[in-house]
Every structure is written in structure tokens, then in C-alpha cells.
């Protein structure tokens, strides 16, 4: 009776486990934006060029984007 | 339909097409048909590249130049798998398998105790392991550890160290780790064949290993059973472990050691996959020869640290052999019903 | 901003490398180290050769970062993997795990053991300060702290290769792919790098809701 | 492309397995950070001795104060690397080039690059340049001063002089060097008194610009790489843009995806084929059939543009009649095209107009290759598609300045301008230089040889090997100058080998000297002298993309290690020579940081704008291309005009003709001949370059042809002092115009006054109006024929379209035609593939240069020949084996083999980059150490054959013949 009350809990302990190593856990650590490790990983606005100034930095970089594509100097 | 409609509708069709690519699904313009391989087509080209691509997208091997990966594969779905495999079962179920067997043997040390001596040393001692063979032994096994530490600190330093140590001293160990891993590596292999060919002699079947297996070594009930130089048990582990793990570990570990050898990338998830579990096995075998060789049997590492066994020991747990060693004469065939003469100080 | 990403026009790509030796030029980068390179499908076969350019893709749910054993990778507010070289070890585990090929291992020290992972960093540069020479030597230049975009992009001789953010990528490449008639409409890499079906909220929203560009004279 | 971009090790530069994933060799770092910190210190295998007055080493500073000092300084510069002319900015920090930006203002590229352009910036590293001047004595490279080489090359150059005349020199000038430099050349080897000067445009499109200025006036691109925006139907032939004009493909494409249709016509289905609508294989050296067979169905479907060939177009009837001999079958036969797909192809050029057609040296390569060009020409006149926006005949030019150093630099048959050398031409540019005609005319050794066309540099090796009484000048050549091109892109090496050998001085000029210098060595112990020159970047200057736009360099950085801007050299050599005042009467002289004398490029450019009337070189002051370059970004990057800014109504570069003086303000001609633009605004006509009358057909064009409010609405003939007056237009010179103008033409008048008066004030061309000429009588084939190769597999072809006669003396030595034709008549039996040749887009030219670029010599590591997978597994052979192959002329090359269906099963192909191996051997050892490059490999013309075009000397590399066998 007791070994067969062991062997239910240990199977179903066995499964359990079993079923835990069909789940990956959470690889990485959370990290706070702008922030890994311990070191700063200034944010790229946040650099000499720009000095936080998010709005001025976005206006650059889509102005940029622009560039790609020549279908604004080359109209049909 | 006028042409201007027409427009329209491609328009909108190439729209839908956009939108749906973009977002990832499967191209909408099944209409046009993909290009046909054959000479046929050799003059015209359509612009639907679905078919061209749709094995890109599964991970099939295409006709790939220039520095395409050597496995001329330009998007690999075997990666995909290969860290399913590692983040899952081999971390998990092999971190838990490790515990496990680590709490198994805790536990039959509680239940167990210590295999004492039952007869009393006589201080009479006789050599078991020449230093040759202490040597490869101890060879072998500083790379094992070195190589399990290492190599469970790769595996699950990440979930165990890293949150403990933060990642610029745990980078430094794993570093460490991984550098002491690739070096030991290839001498470990070294010493696996050595070991392998200094030992397979007396590892060899004997018929006496039947009783060793029915009576379970006599583990649990504590019955001596006789062997040669090895009994049942060690050669298992001798065979299982060290040879055939060993040489799986070795072997797979190599592939990933040396990666410029022509291994293309799905080799060396391969090499990877085996190379754990073998070493995981291989760690858990570990631990039962180290508990039994150390804390699990009295004056079972005597043999290993200095070479020589007391007489009573070696009656007790290798009585042929010992009747060998003192000269006596036991047949190759015996098979357990051979009692060996009574030790100098059995009581 | 929302979410930086790569995109290849196979329509485009005439594999002239340009990419490459941009990304060579900009970073320094070493010989045998390609964070960049172009692929050619189907070499020479009519109406079915395709070329391609493809570095690290900064997929969503990166394989790198999850088999990392040290946890070097971390994924910037833009989207951009990147990765620490303090903490990498040159195990090679993102190089088994990246549909890509894109992680690439310089040779260092005995045995021909790999050094630190290298890659495509989105000209993001890395975890040292902007612009500083700790952070050059290691990653190559930050281009997007100078309010610049990745160069091998800016580079390609028929823009192909688009980098930027999401929604400006599909804007252009979606405006092109009308104008020629809907042709040429996969996004390489998208779906393996961003997710089947929904890579990413933002980037379909922008899809399906952006203004379809008029033009005169478009596709006819 | 497995075997082009190696992954194995090959050589000292041995890569690795990219994906492999890991043993990564890296021979050399090259990183940003070393260099600044150790400079030139660094330079590793390099490095010839550590007490060198390294140029580098200045940038050592600049490193160790990063941040505080050195602004980062942006200067402007344009892509050395192909014709299409892309704008670079370069980042200089206390004066090392420290970074590369896309320009994404510029009209042509806008930001664009391939692998070439996107990696100049090496050229501030220049490891594997040659850094000091040396010699070969003993064998061995020794380094000497510059004092002493210059000492030495120029005694040695006058003792030949004195003994066997100027004519005994060979002058090999630069298409890469700037226009200002290309034109002192050719005025300093006519100081020096011979005609023997030549460059790249010999060997790259000398047919071309012959071929096609013969038909309606000027020999270059007519529209602009911009303009094929405008196309609705490209037709490549013989040109592979993707590899070779990469950056040319973003505005073809652009055009495709707006609905243009392609046609990629090549023995070899290129990746430029593999962007097209429609690919077609043909023959090798078979175009003018397949041309042929295309107007055929022009002709027969009333395709062609009847009232457009009426009026501006003479001879046409005969091209339709020499059309329509070329039945399905008869092109079938030549060609190896079908007849569905030449239709096709005259189908998608007649209902998609305006369509152009694009060619490179596909098409010039052929000893038919001015008659190669002269029919696609007619097939453009034939659907009216010269002169239209869209349209025109687009002709990829190669090197970066090609085009300009053609247009004013060393020809032998013709002084800047096109002008020729005839003594109206001498004394024109007497005139302008300032110098007594007959001074210069005693530098010669006759006034015969003065206005005799010299050598070509294809030919340089008959001049010294050839039997001297069958040679048209007094002595064979004894003394080879290589200022700036590389031996290897010349055929027939091996008889190079033999002249490099029975030399008796070779001078190499040249920031990369080293495939002439190892060639060299391997066969000779003395007598050979290496000079480090600057790059483009180390200097400045103009230079004339494909499209006739000019653009301005800005200097980068110092001339790196000890060399020194070609220009100087020009200058000091003047020195010895004695003619250096004359050499720079109009130039002002600066000192540069050594203290040597440089002449001012602005006053040379300024120069070439007073005398290069006839082709409108006049125009581009260096000013307004300074102002073109600072304001690129208000031209318009579908029209090349700027509609606003200080630039507005200019045509982006001026693209030559921008006739008159730059106070005249023409805004340079963005597609040549194109009626619908008044002549101020870039409109034009077909040039009256032929007479007005041939065998009583009028050659004026017709009524109502003229450009837009041309005062004259008819054909009329060129402009000169007695049409003026007959006009009544002479009054309108001013009294100083008139004086200069007085018994000249326009091309001849100094003060530009007559071309003032046509142009501004009457809207008229001034080199007249007339037709363009189908037939081009003064050639050898006046209707362009088909003719075999002298090298043919098919020998029933030879019997049917036999070569030309020989010639005996033609450009100063006799060549052969028949006589090779008839000799090889059987070749193909052991020789029975085609042998094609062609550029690689990681590679240029002669490859010298780029194969020391570590950025670019990675992509590409091995010399391969591609070989269709029949062909090679006949022979056994599979990817990647190495393989011999073998010529007629004895050579075998042994390179990669590289198994692909790119090519078909009658035909290999073989790229034109490579040197540094020699028939097996590596040449390592001849080179001087350090200055050899990353990658070296067998050279394609060491196995090139006989063959040149009856017009130009044009040498034959596309179509010769080749045995492949398994090494």
C-alpha cells in the first residue's frame, strides 16, 4: 500500500519534472533600460552628439532614412 | 477594364502582398505562377520570387556562393532546434538529474553508512596500483574534474553563479572556465586511451561477475561477494564510464574544440547535443565511483594514494585477487562457489 | 523610435559587396571577420538567381542571447542585440544557434580557439561609452549615437540594403515594391528574425496603416 | 561564386572558412586605432626600413590627443575606381583619413557604393604601396633617393634621345590620372618630341569613341547614367554594370521598377543578366550579326523611324540592305540566337521608346570592334533614339577618368581635344601653351614623326620586338615609360615578357608599380626603375565620369610615404629635360611641404578650358566645379540640372561639350544631340564633322532638325569666320573677338567670340547640323560587317566571313590579319573553347591596386576560370581543382576552376584583375618587399592571343580561343 502511494508520488513527481524540461526558462536577467551589467549603456541620444535631445536625435535618423530611398530625388 | 483601374487593383494587390510579407505571413500572390527551372524559361523572368525563396524560409540548403556558412545554408532552422534541446531537457532534466543522483547517494550514505572493514587490518600491505597506473588514474581524473567543474559552469553557471556573482566576475570565470575546458580537453582524451589500454586487461568478463551482479555487489545487504582485481561494479564503470562516456565526451568535445577542421554548423549541434548528454551521464556515473572510491568505503582510496591495500581489505573486497597476489592459485573459472581461504585475522 | 531593422531587397542586391567593405571600412574590421556578407541563391540559374546581404538581424527572440552562457547579449531600447566583450568567452554556442551564420569568432590564443564573438551591432557600438576608443576597439563606431545609420545601408549602390527603424524601412520599401508592380514583396528573414505572423506589433500596425504613397505615373 | 570568393587559404593572405566558424588568420591587423597610434611604424611585412620619412608618421599625434585637438575636417573627393563618378567625403582629423561618409547630395550616386567605393578609404593606410623610388640592380630592388633616381632615369632617357632619336621612347600615360594631369602628359611628351603616347583608352574603348564620333561627331557616352531613367528599354551588350558600374544599377533599376524592360545580351549570364527581363546567350564576337538580325525585324515590321532617319540620318538604306542579308537562319548560325529572341529584342527596343542601349568593352574588344559599335549605333539611329532624353547610346567608359584622359590627354593620334596632329592642330595648342610652333617642332626628330600617329600602348612590344626596317620610325622602341597602368591588362604576355626583356630602360611610374616591376625583374637584373606616385586622393584635380561630367577633387591627405602627385614628377622631369619653362609658361608653380615645385592644377585646368574648344573642355572653369561640388545637392538626381541655388540652370559637372568661355555660362550638354533644348540649355545636333555633300547627297540635316530656336532651322555647316560673315553675324564680335577670330574657326578662336555669337545670340550649333552617318566611308568596313575572329572555333564561319587584308604600316607597324586568321583556321580541334575575359566588381583594372586593399583582396583571393559543369566534367575537372589553361600561343595559366551555368558549354570565362603568378609560378620574389599585393594570381593576357581592330589598334580579348586540362 505505502510503496504504491511512493511510486504514484514519485511518478507523478518524475512527470512534473519531465514536463519542466519542455519549458525554457527565461534566459536573460532583466535588465533596466539603459543600463546593463552594471556599465551605463548610454542610450544613443544620450551621447556627446546629442545630450539627451531624444526628439532631435529621431528627427535625424528618420531624415536619414529618407536617404534610402531615391524615389525622393528620382520622381517618375 | 481600363487601364487606370487596372493600376489600382495591382496597386492594392501589391499592398495586401507588402502588408502581409512585411508582417511575415506567406506571400499573397499565389496567382503568379513561380519561374519554371527549365531552359523554357530562360528568356523570361518574372518577378515572384516566392518558390525561390520559400526553402530559404523552411532552413533548406540552397545552392549558396561566396561566404555562405560552409553548410551552404543561408537561413539555419537546425539552430532553432539545437537550443530548444540545450535551454530544455539538457539543462533542465540534466541539472535536475545531476541533483538527483547527487541526493541519491546522500541518501544511501545515510541509510547505508560507511562499507567498514569487518576484519580488522593487518597492517600487512599489498600493492594494488603500480605508479603508472596512479598516475593515469589521478592524470584522468584532475581532467575529469577540471573539465566537469568547467563545463557545469557553462551549462548552468548562467542560472546558479550569474545571479550570485554578477556577470563581470562570473565573464571572468566562465572564461576561465571555457579556456581550462578547450585545454584540458585534449589531454583528457590522451588519458582516456591510455587508461583504457593500461586497464582493459583486467576488466575483461570473468565468470565470477554473475554472482557480483545477482547479489547487487552486496551493496545492500553488506555480503562480501569475491572478484579479481575488479569486481562487477567497477568494471561498469570502467566500461561504460570511463571507455565508452569517455570516449563519446572525448570525442564529441574534440569536434567543438577544434572548429576549423571543415565541421559545418548542424556538426557541431550535434557534437554539442551528445557531448552533454554524454557528460552528464558520465558526471552521474562519476559520482557514485568517487562516493564508493572516498567517503562511501573504508580504506577504498587507500589503493589509489599510495598504491598498496591492507590484506584485509583486499580479502574482503577482492578475494581472488588477493588469493593471487599471496601466490595461491584460483581458477579462472570460478564462478563464487570457490570460498577463499579465511584472512590472516578474520575472526 | 520603435524598432531598428535590416531589410534586403533581393530585387535590388546585385551583390556587388558594398556592404561588406562599408562595414570593413567603418569598423576596422579585421580579415576573416565578416559582420556583413552577401549570399548568391540559385548561382547562374535564369530567372531564378537571387542575391542577398545578410549580417545579424537583431531578431526579436534572439537564439544567441538564449544560449549565451555567460548572458553577454542584451537588446537595446531600439531593438538592437548587442553584446559585451568583457563577458564573452568565444564559446560559439550563438554562432550553433543563429539561423544567420552571423556571429563570427576572430582567431586568439593557442589551439586556434575562438576569441570574442564578433558581430553586427547595428553600428550601435557597444556597453563602453559612446564614441570612446574603448568602445571603437571593440565594436567599431557608434553610428547611431551620431543620429547616423548603419553604413553598410546607407552605402548600397542600389539601395537594397535598408536599415532604420521599422516603420521607415517598410514605408520605403513598401512605396518601391508598388512601384514595380508588387513584385519582389518577401522581406528575407523577417519572419525567422521577427516572428512568424506578428514580428512585431508596431511594425504591422505600420504597415497596414501607413498612407499608400500616390504617385503619378507609378507602376504603368 | 564558391571559387571567387575563396574561403580557403591561398597565398600568404590565407582567409579562412568563414562559417566554419573560427580559425580566422588574420595575417595583419589593419585596424583604425594602430594605425593612428603607431603610423607607419606598424607597417609590418611592409615596412622597408624603419628610418623612411614615413608620410605616416604625422598621424601619430593625432592619435594621442583624440579628443582635445584635430576637428574633424570634411573634404570632397570622387571614387578613383570606375567612370561613374561617385562623390566621396572623406573625414580627416589632423591629416589622416579617419572616416568615409556616404554623400548622399550627389546627383549620380547619392550615397551609393559598391565594394570598390565603399572602401577608398584604405587608400590613407596604402600598406602595399610602393614607398620610396627604387631600382633593379643585380636583381635585387635597391631604394635610392629621389635625387638620384630622377639623376639617373633622365640621363639614361636623353642618352637614348641623343642615339636613337625622342621616337625611340614609349610614353604609357594613366587613365587614372586627373584631366589636368592626363593633359600636361601629353604636352610633356611633346616637349619631349614623340607621338609615342598612349593610355587605357587604347585598350578599353578606342573603337568606341573612333567608331562612334565618326558616325555623328563625338565618341562618347551621349546620355548620362541619370538619364537612363528615362529609358523604357535598356539593351546591354557586352556590358555587365552590376560587376562593372554597380552604382549605375540604382538608376537602372530604377528604372525597371518603374517599368523599363531589360535586355541582357552576353556570352555569360552576368548578374547584371540575372536583374533582366529577357537574357540571351550569344557567341562570342558575334554582335554585328545578332545587331543585324534585330534591324532586320526593325526593317520588316516598319519599326524604324522613317522621318527621324530622313532628316538626320546618312547611309541608312545601305544598313538595311547589309540587314536584311542576315536571315533567322544566318544569325542562328553566327550567333547561336534563335530567331523568337532577336525578335524579341527588336520588339522590346521598337514598342518601348525612348530605349537605350548600354555597352562596355564586350563589344570594343574585337578586332571588328569599331564596326561592333558603328551597328549598334545604326540599330539607335535606325528607331530614332539618338538625341532623346531616355534614349541614346549609353557607353560605360572604365577607369575613373578614362573618358578625360581621352579627351585631353596622351593620345598618339591626337593632341588634347581631339584636335589631331596635323600642323593646324600644333599650332592651335602652340597658341595656347604659349610656346613658338617651331620650337616644338624641332623637339621632334622629323615633322613627319610630329604629325605621324605614334605607337599604341597594345602595340608598345611589337615596337621593340618587331624587325626594325618593318617598322614606320626611324628606331624600335628602347625605352618604356609606365606611368600608371598595369602591364597586365595588355595581351599577349608573353611577348610582353620578351619586350620587358630586350628593353633597354623601363621606368615605372605609379603608387602601385608592382606587377610591372615583378614582371620585370623575373627577366632582367638592371635597368629598371620604380617611382612612387600619389593617389587621386593625395592630390587634386578633375576628372570626367562616364556621363562627360566633370567633378573637382579635393586633396585628402599628404602624398603618403615618398611619393609625390604625378604632375610634380612631370615637373621635375621637365628640369632635367631642360623644357620646364615652356612646359609651364600659363602655370603657375607652388611648393609643396618638401619644397618641390608643383604646378598649379587650377591654372592647367584653366589652361585646357582656353584650347579645348572643339569638345567643350571651355567651359568648366575650376571655379564653377568648385561651386557644383559644394552645392551638389540642388541638382536633380533625375535631370542632372539645378533648378535653384547658385548653380541653377547648370547641368550637374558641366558634362562636356560646355562650349564657350565659363563667362558664357553654358550649362554643360546632359545628352548630346538632343533637338528639343535650345543650345544654351544643353540642346545640340549631329556634329557637321564630314564635308556637307557625299557622292551628291547633301549631308546637312534636313529642314526643320535644327535645336530649339536655332535662327537657322536647317542642317547648315560648322562655324567659322567666313559663314559668320556670310550671316551677317560678324559685327556682333567685339573688336578683340574679331582680331582673334580673324581666318579661324570655331574651334581655332581663342576668345570663344564665334561660338558666343552662334550660340547666344542665334541659337545656332557650332559645329553645324548635319546627319549622322550610317556609313562610315572612311573606315575599312563602311557598312559594319561581321567578320570571324582571328582565333574562331568555327573555321566554316573564316570561309564565309573572312578578316581583313594585312596591313603593313599602320600606327608606325605592320599587322596582321589574314595571315593569323588563315594560319589558326583549325585551331578550334585543340583549342576548342571560346576564351572571354571581364571584370569582377571587388577588382579593378589590371587588379594592382585593389588586390592590396585587405578589404577588397578578402571577397576575392583566387584567379579562377568559370567553365559551364558540362564542359568541365568532360575534363574531369571539379569545383574548385586547379586547371591549366592553355593557349595557341604556348602560354598555360593555372588557376581555380570555378563550374558554373553562368557560361555555356562552348565558351570559358576568365576575369582581367589578377598578376603576381607567371605560368605556375609565384612572382613573389620580383617584388619589391612589401609592395607586393594581398592577392596574387595568374594574369588572363598571358594567354591572350594575336588580334587587333583595323581602326584603333584595339586589342582582341573577348573572343580567343583556349584548351582547359586538369592540373
Not at chain 4, 599650332?427 to 610630329?450: F, I, Q, T
Not at chain 4, 606616385?533 to 561630367?549: D, H, L, V
Not at chain 4, 603568378?917 to 593576357?941: C, H, K, T
Request: charged residues 20%.
Amino acid at each position: 500500500m505505502n510503496s504504491l502511494r511512493h511510486a504514484a508520488l514519485l511518478a507523478a513527481s518524475l512527470s512534473l519534472v519531465l514536463l519542466g524540461g519542455c519549458k525554457e526558462s527565461p534566459q536573460v536577467l532583466d535588465k533596466k533600460a539603459g543600463e546593463y551589467q552594471g556599465k551605463v549603456d548610454t542610450r544613443p541620444w544620450e551621447g556627446p552628439a546629442y545630450k539627451g535631445d531624444k526628439a532631435t536625435w529621431e528627427s535625424d535618423l528618420r531624415a536619414r532614412s529618407g536617404n534610402q530611398n531615391e524615389l525622393r530625388r528620382m520622381p517618375d | 477594364m481600363n487601364s487606370l483601374t487596372f493600376a489600382r487593383a495591382r496597386r492594392g494587390l501589391a499592398l495586401l502582398a507588402v502588408t502581409a510579407c512585411l508582417a511575415g505571413a506567406q506571400p499573397a500572390l499565389a496567382a503568379d505562377a513561380p519561374p519554371a527551372t527549365s531552359e523554357a524559361a530562360t528568356l523570361v523572368q518574372p518577378g515572384n520570387n516566392a518558390a525561390t525563396f520559400r526553402d530559404v524560409r523552411r532552413g533548406e540548403n540552397q545552392s549558396i556562393t561566396f561566404q555562405a556558412p560552409a553548410d551552404r545554408t543561408l537561413i539555419q532552422a537546425s539552430g532553432e532546434r539545437w537550443r530548444q534541446l540545450r535551454n530544455g531537457p539538457i539543462t533542465v532534466w540534466g541539472g535536475w538529474m545531476l541533483v538527483g543522483v547527487f541526493i541519491a547517494l546522500a541518501a544511501f550514505y545515510k541509510l547505508r553508512g560507511k562499507i567498514m572493514l569487518e576484519g580488522k587490518p593487518t597492517g600487512r600491505l599489498i600493492e594494488r596500483f603500480n605508479s603508472v597506473e596512479r598516475m593515469a588514474h589521478f592524470v584522468l581524473a584532475g581532467c575529469f574534474v577540471l573539465l566537469a567543474l568547467s563545463g557545469l559552469t557553462m551549462l548552468f553557471g548562467k542560472h546558479v553563479l550569474l545571479p550570485l556573482m554578477g556577470h563581470t566576475l562570473f565573464g571572468w570565470l566562465a572564461w576561465v572556465a571555457k579556456n581550462l575546458h578547450n585545454l584540458t580537453g585534449p589531454l583528457f582524451f590522451v588519458s582516456t586511451l591510455f587508461f583504457v589500454a593500461l586497464f582493459a586487461r583486467d576488466n575483461v568478463w570473468q565468470r565470477v561477475d554473475a554472482l557480483w551482479i545477482r547479489k547487487a555487489g552486496g551493496l545492500l545487504s553488506g555480503e562480501h561477494v569475491p572478484s579479481w582485481r575488479f569486481n562487477f561494479g567497477e568494471k561498469t564503470w570502467f566500461w561504460i564510464g570511463v571507455t565508452i562516456l569517455g570516449l563519446i565526451v572525448g570525442i564529441s568535445g574534440l569536434v567543438l574544440d577544434f572548429p576549423g577542421l571543415g565541421q559545418i554548423r548542424q556538426d557541431m549541434q550535434l557534437a554539442h547535443l551528445v557531448h552533454s548528454v554524454g557528460a552528464i551521464l558520465f558526471m552521474s556515473l562519476s559520482l557514485g565511483h568517487i562516493y564508493i572510491g572516498t567517503i562511501g568505503m573504508e580504506r577504498a582510496i587507500d589503493g589509489m594514494k599510495s598504491g598498496y591495500v591492507d590484506e584485509t581489505w583486499a580479502l574482503e573486497h577482492h578475494a581472488y585477487w588477493y588469493e593471487t597476489a599471496r601466490g595461491r592459485k584460483v581458477s579462472k573459472d570460478d564462478d563464487g562457489t570457490h570460498t577463499p581461504a579465511a584472512a590472516p585475522n578474520h575472526h | 523610435m520603435a524598432r531598428m531593422k535590416f531589410l534586403c531587397d533581393t530585387e535590388r542586391c546585385i551583390e556587388c559587396n558594398g556592404c561588406v567593405t562599408a562595414c570593413k571600412n567603418e569598423h576596422e574590421v579585421p580579415w576573416g571577420v565578416q559582420r556583413r556578407r552577401v549570399v548568391t541563391i540559385n548561382d547562374g540559374v535564369v530567372g531564378q538567381e537571387k542575391s542577398l546581404s545578410v549580417a545579424c538581424m537583431h531578431c526579436s527572440d534572439a537564439p544567441c542571447m538564449a544560449v549565451c552562457p555567460t548572458d553577454c547579449f542584451y537588446r537595446t531600447e531600439e531593438g538592437v542585440v548587442l553584446h559585451d566583450k568583457d563577458v564573452c568567452i568565444g564559446c560559439g554556442y550563438c554562432f550553433y544557434a543563429c539561423p544567420f551564420g552571423a556571429p563570427q569568432f576572430p582567431q586568439s590564443g593557442t589551439f586556434g580557439l575562438r576569441g570574442k564573438m564578433d558581430k553586427c551591432t547595428f553600428c550601435a557600438g557597444g556597453p563602453e561609452e559612446d564614441g570612446s576608443e574603448a568602445e571603437f576597439e571593440k565594436y567599431g563606431k557608434n553610428r547611431l549615437a551620431e543620429g547616423k545609420l548603419p553604413l553598410c545601408a546607407e552605402m548600397c549602390s542600389t539601395k537594397a540594403l535598408l536599415a532604420g527603424d521599422a516603420v521607415e524601412v517598410s514605408n520605403i520599401f513598401r512605396e518601391r515594391v508598388i512601384r514595380r508592380g508588387g513584385k519582389g514583396v518577401e522581406a528575407i528573414g523577417w519572419s525567422t528574425a521577427y516572428g512568424k505572423g506578428s514580428a512585431d506589433a508596431d511594425t504591422r500596425a505600420a504597415a497596414a496603416t501607413a498612407p499608400v504613397p500616390e504617385k503619378t505615373g507609378g507602376a504603368q | 561564386m564558391l571559387v571567387k570568393r575563396s574561403n580557403r587559404p591561398s597565398g600568404p593572405a590565407s582567409s579562412a572558412q568563414a562559417d566554419t566558424a573560427s580559425t580566422f588568420s588574420a595575417p595583419r591587423g589593419l585596424d583604425r586605432r594602430s594605425f593612428l597610434k603607431s603610423s607607419g611604424l606598424a607597417a609590418g611585412v611592409g615596412a622597408i626600413g624603419a628610418g623612411l620619412p614615413f608620410a605616416m608618421v604625422r598621424p601619430a599625434d593625432a592619435a594621442s590627443d583624440s579628443k582635445a585637438a584635430g576637428a574633424v575636417e570634411m573634404r570632397r573627393s570622387v571614387c578613383t575606381h570606375c567612370s561613374v563618378g561617385c562623390a566621396i567625403d572623406a573625414e580627416v582629423k589632423n591629416g589622416v583619413w579617419v572616416g568615409q561618409e556616404p554623400v548622399f547630395d550627389s546627383p549620380i550616386n547619392l550615397g551609393a557604393h559598391c565594394a570598390k567605393g565603399a572602401s577608398v578609404r584604405e587608400h590613407g593606410h596604402g600598406e602595399h604601396r610602393l614607398r620610396t623610388p627604387m631600382k633593379l640592380h643585380n636583381g635585387k630592388w635597391e631604394r635610392l633617393s629621389w635625387d638620384a633616381a630622377l639623376k639617373e632615369v633622365s640621363e639614361k632617357l636623353l642618352a637614348i634621345r641623343e642615339k636613337d632619336g625622342p621616337d625611340a621612347t614609349y610614353w604609357v600615360g594613366s587613365s587614372k590620372h586627373s584631366n589636368e594631369q592626363a593633359y600636361l602628359l601629353r604636352k610633356f611628351v611633346s616637349f619631349w618630341g614623340t607621338n609615342n603616347c598612349d593610355h587605357q583608352a587604347r585598350v578599353c574603348h578606342s573603337t568606341t569613341v573612333a567608331g562612334v564620333a565618326n558616325t555623328w561627331g563625338y565618341g562618347a557616352m551621349t546620355n548620362s547614367y541619370n538619364d537612363m531613367q528615362n529609358a523604357k528599354a535598356i539593351f546591354f551588350i557586352g556590358s555587365n554594370a552590376a560587376e562593372a558600374h554597380p552604382v549605375s544599377m540604382l538608376h537602372i533599376l530604377h528604372a525597371k521598377e518603374g517599368g523599363a524592360k531589360i535586355i541582357v545580351a552576353d556570352p555569360r549570364f552576368t548578374r547584371t543578366a540575372a536583374k533582366a527581363d529577357h537574357y540571351v546567350r550569344l557567341r562570342s564576337g558575334s554582335d554585328i550579326a545578332l545587331i543585324y538580325g534585330v534591324m532586320r525585324h526593325i526593317f520588316e515590321n516598319g519599326w524604324d523611324d522613317k522621318k527621324y532617319i530622313e532628316d538626320r540620318v546618312y547611309g541608312m538604306d545601305k544598313i538595311r540592305e547589309e540587314s536584311m542579308q542576315w536571315t533567322a537562319d544566318k544569325v542562328l548560325d553566327v550567333t547561336g540566337v534563335p530567331d523568337d529572341q532577336v525578335h524579341l529584342i527588336a520588339e522590346t527596343m521598337a514598342k518601348n521608346k525612348p530605349s537605350t542601349v548600354v555597352w562596355c568593352m564586350g563589344q570594343t574588344q574585337h578586332s571588328t570592334g569599331n564596326a561592333i559599335v558603328r551597328a549598334m549605333c545604326n540599330l539607335q539611329l535606325a528607331l530614332g533614339n539618338v538625341g532623346v532624353s531616355g534614349g541614346g547610346t549609353n557607353i560605360f567608359r572604365g577607369h575613373d577618368n578614362v573618358q578625360g584622359a581621352t579627351d585631353v590627354g596622351p593620345n598618339p593620334d591626337s593632341l588634347p581635344g581631339y584636335y589631331g596632329i596635323a600642323a593646324g592642330a600644333w599650332k592651335h595648342w602652340c597658341s595656347v601653351w604659349g610656346v613658338d610652333y617651331e620650337w616644338v617642332k624641332g623637339r621632334y626628330a622629323s615633322p613627319g614623326l610630329m604629325e605621324k600617329s605614334g605607337i599604341t600602348v597594345s602595340r608598345w612590344i611589337d615596337g621593340v620586338l618587331e624587325k626594325n626596317e618593318l617598322i614606320d620610325q626611324d628606331s624600335n622602341l628602347k625605352a618604356v615609360v609606365y606611368w600608371g597602368m598595369a602591364p597586365n591588362s595588355q595581351t599577349r604576355g608573353k611577348d610582353m615578357l620578351e619586350a620587358m626583356k630586350a628593353l633597354e630602360l623601363l621606368v615605372v611610374v605609379d603608387p602601385y608599380p608592382s606587377a610591372t616591376a615583378a614582371m620585370a625583374a623575373s627577366v632582367r637584373k638592371e635597368g629598371v626603375y620604380l617611382l612612387p606616385a600619389a593617389t587621386q586622393f593625395e592630390t587634386s584635380g578633375s576628372c570626367t565620369a562616364s556621363n562627360r561630367s566633370l567633378q573637382w577633387r579635393e586633396k585628402i591627405i599628404e602624398p603618403l610615404f615618398e611619393s609625390k602627385p604625378d604632375h610634380t614628377i612631370m615637373y621635375a622631369f621637365a628640369k632635367r629635360f631642360g623644357f620646364e619653362k615652356e612646359f609651364v609658361k600659363n602655370i603657375k608653380l607652388d611648393k609643396d611641404k618638401q619644397g618641390w615645385d608643383e604646378p598649379n592644377l587650377e591654372d592647367t585646368l584653366r589652361e585646357i578650358n582656353r584650347g579645348t574648344w572643339t569638345i567643350g573642355y571651355s567651359g568648366q572653369s575650376p571655379e564653377r566645379l568648385k561651386l557644383h561640388m559644394k552645392h551638389m545637392d540642388t541638382f536633380s538626381a533625375h535631370t542632372l540640372k539645378a533648378d535653384s541655388g547658385p548653380c541653377a540652370g547648370d547641368y550637374f559637372g558641366l558634362p562636356w561639350p560646355c562650349y564657350g568661355t565659363p563667362e558664357l555660362k553654358h550649362p554643360g550638354t546632359p545628352n548630346l544631340y538632343d533637338t528639343s533644348l535650345h543650345v544654351m540649355e544643353g540642346g545640340g545636333n549631329f556634329r557637321a564633322n564630314f564635308g556637307v555633300e557625299k557622292d551628291g547627297t547633301s549631308l546637312l540635316a534636313g529642314d526643320g532638325s535644327a535645336s530649339k530656336g536655332s535662327d537657322l532651322p536647317f542642317g547648315y555647316p560648322e562655324f567659322d569666320h567666313t559663314l559668320l560673315k556670310k550671316l551677317g553675324w560678324w559685327d556682333e564680335l567685339t573688336d578683340a573677338e574679331k582680331k582673334a577670330a580673324e581666318g579661324k574657326n570655331w574651334k581655332t578662336d581663342n576668345s570663344g567670340g564665334i561660338i558666343r555669337v552662334a550660340m547666344k545670340n542665334h541659337g545656332c550649333h557650332p559645329f553645324g547640323n548635319a546627319k549622322a552617318r550610317a556609313v562610315v566611308w572612311n573606315f575599312p568596313d563602311p557598312v559594319p560587317k561581321h567578320r570571324e575572329a582571328l582565333y574562331s572555333t568555327r573555321p566554316d564561319l573564316i570561309d564565309k566571313y573572312p578578316t581583313h587584308e594585312d596591313k603593313k604600316a599602320f600606327w608606325r607597324l605592320p599587322t596582321l590579319y589574314k595571315t593569323v586568321q588563315q594560319q589558326w583556321k583549325n585551331v578550334g580541334k585543340d583549342f576548342p573553347l571560346i576564351m572571354t575575359s571581364g571584370r569582377l566588381v571587388e577588382y579593378e583594372g589590371g587588379g594592382e591596386e585593389t588586390r592590396s586593399n585587405p578589404w577588397l583582396a578578402e571577397l576575392q583571393q583566387d584567379m579562377f576560370v568559370e567553365l559551364n559543369p558540362a564542359t568541365a566534367a568532360e575534363r574531369g575537372i571539379r569545383d574548385r581543382d586547379w586547371v591549366w589553361v592553355k593557349s595557341p600561343t604556348g602560354s598555360q595559366i593555372k588557376v581555380r576552376a570555378l563550374v558554373t551555368p553562368r557560361v555555356g558549354t562552348d565558351t570559358v570565362f576568365l576575369p582581367f584583375h589578377f598578376s603576381g603568378r607567371w605560368m605556375g609560378q609565384d612572382l613573389l620574389n620580383f617584388y619589391p618587399v612589401g609592395a607586393a599585393p594581398i592577392v596574387r594570381g595568374e594574369s588572363v593576357n598571358a594567354g591572350t592571343t594575336y588580334g587587333y581592330d583595323v581602326v584603333t589598334m584595339m586589342q582582341e580579348t573577348k573572343t580567343t580561343v583556349c584548351q582547359i586540362v586538369k592540373a
